[in-house]
């Protein structure tokens, strides 16, 4: 018998998930988070360190991300403009989630390749 403590709210679930999937989800945010973690902070640093990216899909991502709070972008208005991108403080705190999911990930490769 499940005490009150151990009885899991599975709307309150689904909807977090479902808004975590919205933020982070797809085939490019993930990749772009690691890339600007790594120190890549211009856009065509980033761009080059992700293969397969588009330079319009790139630009459309870190839009969401800035818009989510996940990014920065600043410009300085030197001669030629300096645009950089850095992971916000907020950001951070989804580190242990993608360290998780890379080690997962690993960890799963290596699974299917026991077949």
């Excluded at 599975?10 to 990749?31: C, F, H, M, N, S």
Aim: glycine content about 4%; hydrophobic content about 35%.
């Amino acid at each position: 018998m499940e005490t009150e403590t151990q009885i899991r709210n599975q709307a309150q679930e689904r909807q977090a998930l479902q808004d975590t999937i919205y933020v982070i989800g797809g085939k490019w945010k993930l990749p772009i988070i690691n890339s600007i973690c790594n120190g890549n902070k211009r856009f065509r640093e980033i761009e080059r360190s992700i293969p397969g990216i588009t330079t319009r899909m790139l630009s459309r991502e870190l839009k969401e991300l800035e818009a989510n709070k996940l990014i920065t972008r600043t410009v300085t208005p030197d001669i030629p403009v300096l645009v950089e991108y850095e992971s916000t403080q907020y950001c951070k705190t989804f580190a242990p989630v993608i360290t998780a999911m890379i080690d997962w990930g690993i960890a799963h490769r290596d699974k299917i390749r026991e077949r």
